[in-house]
């Protein structure tokens, strides 16, 4: 039999099947899988590449606490037996740490009172004591008065009589860039025990004949703010005094210094009330006051003291109470001639102050 043609062959046979071709596989976004690999870039992004960057240290930071030196506590320790301090110490050693800081750039801290005789400059006097012992060197108390101011009574007097008017003259020469810290030792008064410097007013000339404004002020504080770190400013009676108003246009932090007189406690009172009622300023310097309150008379009792501290709890952000002591009655004040529990009230009060700065 012959074979069949070809195109016939080609008819008769079917085609062979042809495999299908295999499904490409189309790969979805895994979105958890992007979220992990971004968090993992984020991860090594921020890992500290050195040890010195991650703050690893062998050297450790850890406080320890001091044994007790005072009281029986202290007693023991000096025994050999070593004992924590007790609560009152603690808060001591609180207050000492409070007041022994140093603060980023100058602080003008200002004692005020509408009254004369409230106080006012042996505050400023013994604050100025408390920071300068404690913190060191660079404590100004100034004396911004214009009626007959006495910070330069109370305090021990320089190798010279001058004061600010003589220092004003010279203010722009020591703000040049060739003053020294010691040119300043012309104008200034150095108290050796307590450390700290006076800038005294004139009392024995009337305000007339040394007037000082607005301006002199702000020369004066130029001056001030480039030698020291704290500025305690002893100021007048007058509210009303251009000298007295550039004054809180400086300040940092209010004091108001009280005895227990009811004159005394009122007319700072009504100060506060007052500065509260004015600009944005002098109402924050109000609200962050702090109240000093001296038991200036041997005749007022501790319920006198607390009958005026209670009145200030509700004007000022903090109080504190000083007791009677006759090293304050008179004469040249030093923080070393006062009774024990004097100096811890000036410390409490220092510490007090310091929390506002």
């Known amino acids: 039999m012959q074979p069949a043609p070809a195109d016939q062959q080609a008819k008769a046979t079917p085609p062979a099947p042809v495999a299908p071709a295999p499904a490409t596989k189309v790969q979805q976004p895994n979105p958890f899988a992007a979220k992990t690999q971004d968090q993992a870039a984020a991860v090594q992004e921020k890992a500290p590449a050195t040890r010195r960057e991650a703050r690893q240290s062998f050297l450790t930071q850890e406080q320890i606490e001091e044994p007790a030196t005072k009281g029986w506590r202290g007693t023991m320790t000096r025994l050999g037996l070593r004992m924590a301090p007790g609560e009152d110490e603690r808060a001591g050693s609180a207050d000492v740490q409070a007041v022994s800081q140093h603060w980023p750039g100058p602080r003008t801290i200002a004692i005020v009172n ?11 006097v013994l604050l100025s004591a408390i920071f300068a ?3 060191g060197a660079g404590v100004l108390a100034w004396d911004n008065n214009q009626t007959r101011g006495t910070l330069g009574w109370r305090t021990e007097q320089g190798p010279h009589e001058a004061t600010l008017l003589e220092l004003l003259p010279e203010s722009e020469k020591l703000l040049g860039t060739r003053a020294q810290s010691a040119d300043l030792d012309h104008f200034v008064h150095h108290q050796n025990r307590d450390r700290f410097d006076v800038l005294r007013s004139k009392p024995m000339e009337l305000a007339s004949a040394q007037r000082v404004d607005a301006e002199d002020v702000d020369a004066i504080h130029r001056v001030a703010s480039k030698y020291y770190r704290l500025i305690f400013i002893d100021s007048g009676n007058d509210e009303s005094d251009p000298m007295w108003r550039r004054m ?13 007189r009811d004159d005394h406690a009122e ?17 924050a310097l109000a609200q962050n006051a702090v109240a000093v309150v001296t038991q200036a008379d041997s005749k007022a009792t501790v319920a006198d003291v607390n009958r005026v501290a209670d009145g200030y709890k509700t004007l000022a952000r903090d109080v504190a109470t000083i007791p009677f002591d006759p090293a304050m009655v008179d004469g040249l004040l030093r923080y070393e001639a006062l009774r024990p529990t004097t100096q811890r009230a ?8 310091a929390r506002g700065l």
């Open 248 to 260: 809180i246009d400086h300040t940092d932090q209010l004091v108001m210094a009280t005895t227990t």
């Open 346 to 353: 000036w410390l409490a009060a220092g510490a007090a102050v």
């Open 114 to 124: 509408g009254k004369g005789g409230a106080g006012k400059t042996p505050t400023t």
């Open 267 to 283: 007319a700072g009172a009504l100060l506060l009330e007052a500065l509260a009622q004015q600009n944005n300023k002098a109402r």
């Open 133 to 135: 012992r404690y913190g």
